[in-house]
């Protein structure tokens, strides 16, 4: 099983340079790898709420807002993954 930092690095990556270049992404995802939350904790059916998430990560400083813009930027994410595997 990869550890978190593995398992992020796509949804890292596609922040970094297709969803928003030059946001604070490293420090985001540096607090999620602190508490060793992996991608499989982010549900792929549904929107994780914010608070859920905040809740994940209790040694890190995880704002509402960062962690709502991190819960919708997976929902698109994850969507975006699935029409790219139905089209192939």
Not at 44 to 71: D, F, Q, V, W, Y
């Amino acid at each position: 099983m990869p550890n978190a930092s593995t398992s992020l690095s796509p949804f890292q990556r596609w922040c970094e340079t297709e969803y928003r270049p030059g946001y604070h992404w490293d420090e985001v995802f540096g607090m999620l790898r602190k508490d060793d939350v992996g991608i499989d904790l982010f549900p792929i059916k549904k929107k994780m709420k914010p608070a859920k998430l905040i809740s994940l990560c209790p040694s890190s400083n995880l704002k509402e807002a960062t962690g709502e813009r991190l819960c919708k930027t997976h929902t698109r994410w994850a969507r975006k993954r699935a029409k790219a595997s139905k089209s192939t």
